[in-house]
C-alpha cells in the first residue's frame, strides 16, 4: 500500500477519468492520437495494471486491469502508484524519475519520449477530476 494510493481503483478512476476528460484539450488529444501508441503501465504498492490505446486515432481507450487480446501494448512501464500519481500532479519529472528507476520502462522508450512533452495540459485534468469526484485529498 502507498503513502497516497491505498487502493488501486483510486488509480483506475483517477487517470481513466483524466483521459475521459481529454477532449476539454483537444489539440493535446490529438497529439497523443497521432503516436498511436498502446501503454500498459504496471503498478506497484498497490498492484495494478492500466493500458492507454491510441492505436485507432479516434478515440483513446483506458483499459483497467485487463484487456482484450487484440491490444497489444507496444511499451510497458513499472512504477510504485504513488509515483504515478505524483507525476499526474505535476510533482515528478519523468526522464529524473526515469535515470533513478523508479520507472523502468520495456520497449521503445523513445516512442514514450515524444509523449511526454505533450503531457502537461492533462495534469489539471487529473487534478480536477480528483477534486470533483471525492478524491480531492489525494491532491497533495
Known amino acids: 500500500m502507498g503513502k497516497y494510493i491505498t487502493n488501486i481503483d483510486q488509480l483506475y ?3 481513466s477519468g483524466m483521459f ?3 477532449d476539454q484539450v483537444p489539440e493535446v488529444k490529438q497529439k497523443i492520437l497521432n503516436t498511436g501508441l ?3 503501465l504496471h503498478y506497484l504498492n498497490p498492484e495494478g495494471k492500466i493500458v492507454i490505446d491510441a492505436s485507432s486515432g479516434e478515440q483513446i481507450k483506458v ?3 485487463e484487456w482484450p487480446d487484440s491490444v497489444n501494448p507496444k511499451v510497458k512501464m513499472e512504477m510504485d502508484s504513488d509515483i504515478a500519481h505524483l507525476y499526474w500532479l ?3 519529472n519523468f526522464m529524473m524519475a526515469t535515470l533513478k528507476k523508479d520507472i523502468r520502462t520495456v520497449g521503445n522508450l523513445g516512442e514514450v519520449l515524444k509523449l511526454v512533452p505533450v503531457l502537461g495540459p492533462l495534469f ?3 487534478i480536477n477530476f480528483l477534486k470533483n469526484n471525492g478524491m480531492g485529498d489525494l491532491v497533495v
Open 20 to 22: 475521459g476528460s481529454a
Open 13 to 15: 478512476k483517477g487517470i
Open 90 to 92: 505535476g510533482k515528478v
Open 124 to 126: 489539471g485534468l487529473y
Open 38 to 40: 498502446v501503454l500498459e
Open 63 to 65: 483499459y483497467t486491469g
